[in-house]
């Protein structure tokens, strides 16, 4: 059969050469399918139709083995240095770096803290092919989570490598929207005290918060183990 015309194309989220070959005994143009497809090639009178048959295949084929569910993607990123208490000494220094667990790589930092959080609600297409490893693609779809979360797709976060996956509910979407919620208020407050030094020495003289009165608590804390150890001796 000669050769009439090839194309590479992206069939099932992989490269795929689709060559067209005529066969003059029969005056047919045929195409092989791709591997997993159970037809194993398309056939017509004219080149334009034996791609149009060869698409139809392979769209029907992938229809049919398609699993869809809703799920929620997000990527976690926290870099620090933070001292923590320690039962045997005084205190220790903990590096701390989300990357290790979830193998993002190792860029350890310890000039202060960063955190990054990225949410998004998507379908997600699981495609069965037989003899082969299935693929997974992922649709963004509308939701109620604050769009300060959405990935960027200039970091190429949109490729979802990176991401955890949960599956979507009421409850977990709620969870990220409280989530994205919390963190705006923080940021907004953050950015209204430390825009200048004016603003930190008022926020200070004031006896405002950021996030309570963590020494309060602290005390609040010990108060109750003192009445427990207390209670107990009786």
């Not at 799920?71 to 903990?94: F, R, S």
């Not at 608590?217 to 209670?231: E, V």
Request: aromatic share 12%; glycine share 4%; net charge neutral.
């Amino acid at each position: 059969m000669a050769i009439v015309s090839k194309e590479t194309i992206y069939c099932f989220k992989k490269e795929f050469k689709r060559v067209v070959r005529y066969k003059s005994r029969y005056s047919k143009f045929y195409i092989k399918l791709p591997d997993g497809v159970p037809q194993e090639e398309v056939e017509s009178d004219t080149e334009a139709g034996a791609i149009r048959l060869f698409d139809a295949a392979v769209d029907v084929y992938e229809k049919s083995s398609t699993v869809k569910s809703k799920v929620i993607l997000y990527g976690y990123e926290v870099e620090a240095c933070i001292p923590v208490p320690n039962d045997k000494k005084d205190h220790c220094t903990i590096l701390f770096d989300s990357h290790d667990d979830c193998n993002f790589g190792k860029t350890f930092r310890d000039d202060g803290i960063t955190l990054s959080l990225w949410v998004q609600a998507c379908e997600k297409s699981e495609v069965f092919l037989k003899g082969q490893d299935n693929y997974v693609s992922y649709d963004e779809i509308d939701s109620p989570i604050p769009s300060s979360l959405e990935p960027s797709s200039s970091k190429n976060y949109n490729h979802w490598d990176n991401f955890q996956e949960i599956p979507w509910t009421p409850e977990n979407e709620q969870f990220f929207i409280d989530v994205g919620i919390a963190f705006e208020q923080l940021v907004l407050k953050l950015n209204s005290v430390f825009c200048d030094k004016k603003s930190v020495m008022k926020f200070i003289s004031a006896g405002q918060k950021l996030l309570g009165d963590n020494r309060k608590d602290s005390k609040n804390a010990k108060s109750k183990n003192t009445k427990t150890n207390a209670s107990r001796s009786r």
